[in-house]
């Protein structure tokens, strides 16, 4: 977790804010990302990090008060955040579509990541044969095939769902993304390649699936994402009680996702890769703690997991071949920080055990 992003300190200023601490309260900072969630939930349960005595009730209704007012808050930036994501990828189709292939934003898996193409089209073809294998490898290690029924997190303009059925590794589909603008672009790609399959496509947030698709509850074989839960591991724990619920009792989860470093980032990934990507509000989860976060409340199991930083680098690498200036340059920027360990990515498949 990032140590200097805070929403706050439970010794908050009379000036900003209608409450004061009592003194009891020591000045704890308040992180925004996962861990937020259950330290403002554990004040009324008198947490030992913040020394409110159980006895104490005035102090722990206090502390009701300040946690209420602090998730109000938070999900106030939640919704700006989805927002402005919302408008980054509507207002980015076009050049998605000329330089990472049209309907493609994800990244790729490559045979070879030693060598960047000569010209510029091999470079495009390569990146775009990336994007395909990569769907290919989720469905092989996850065991997709023509019985599976699949709900894709975040599916962007559907490509992934339409590739898995016309390589008939699923039965049925359902895609949600926030973007109302990509889901009508997945809509009409299912439409013209009159596929076989059920294949459908609905606008909401990764947290809303469950009212959503309420009628589908408990009958998806597997849940998977590609590289779109980056931008609520803040909500991951409630993302994956989520999931759990769409899924059979022998369902799988497989996710391919970006993740974070223990530090915090620097300066030129902060400009050229996190505040691009609408990213530099949220909070990536390292490797580990993405990991343990799977595991961390008992409801799946981790089956298999591979990093596939050098991939997104060199995804990166063929982009930058590919990219008008100064684009190019930012994309170059953005390999040299996967490079250096402050974002990768990651492939994870689980399993659900309760």
């Not at 994501?85 to 980015?92: L, P, S």
């Not at 769907?135 to 975040?154: F, I, N, R, Y």
């Not at 989860?285 to 997104?312: N, W």
């Amino acid at each position: 977790m990032e140590g200097s992003r805070f929403l706050g300190t439970t010794g908050l200023d009379p000036g900003n804010s209608p409450f004061v601490a009592p003194r009891l309260f020591r000045p704890v900072h308040w992180p925004v990302g996962l861990e937020s969630v259950d330290l403002l939930f554990s004040l009324a349960g008198a947490a030992p990090e913040l020394r409110i005595l159980r006895s104490d009730w005035p102090n722990r209704i206090v502390a009701r008060v300040i946690r209420d007012v602090l998730l109000a808050s938070m999900s106030d930036v939640r919704e700006a955040r989805d927002e402005e994501v919302q408008r980054y990828y509507e207002k980015q189709m076009a050049t998605y579509d000329a330089v990472w292939g049209v309907g493609n934003i994800h990244m790729g898996v490559f045979v070879d990541v030693s060598k960047i193409p000569d010209t510029k089209e091999e470079a495009h073809e390569e990146f775009v044969r990336g994007a395909e294998r990569i769907t290919s490898l989720m469905a092989q290690k996850g065991g997709l095939d023509q019985q599976a029924v699949v709900l894709d997190l975040g599916c962007g303009c559907g490509k992934a769902l339409l590739d898995l059925a016309e390589a008939e590794c699923l039965q049925e589909g359902d895609g949600i993304d926030l973007t109302e603008k990509l889901v009508e672009r997945a809509r009409t790609a299912a439409a013209e390649a009159r596929l076989p399959q059920r294949i459908e496509f609905h606008v909401g947030g990764f947290e809303e699936v469950t009212s959503v698709l309420h009628g589908r509850k408990g009958t998806y074989t597997h849940v998977i994402s590609q590289v779109s839960l980056c931008y609520a591991h803040g909500l991951f724990r409630e993302i994956l009680q989520g999931a759990a619920d769409m899924l059979r009792t022998d369902g799988k989860l497989v996710l391919c996702d970006l993740v974070g470093s223990d530090m915090p980032p620097s300066m030129e990934c902060e400009q050229r890769v996190l505040r691009r990507l609408c990213l530099d509000k949220a909070v990536l989860l390292p490797k580990s703690k993405y990991i343990a976060a799977i595991e961390g409340d008992g409801r799946f199991v981790v089956d298999y997991q591979s990093d596939l930083t050098e991939h997104l680098a060199y995804s990166y690498d063929l982009l930058a071949k590919v990219a008008p200036y100064p684009l190019a340059e930012d994309y170059a920027a953005s390999a040299n920080c996967c490079r250096e360990g402050e974002v990768g990515m990651i492939l994870v498949v689980a399993h659900k055990i309760r």
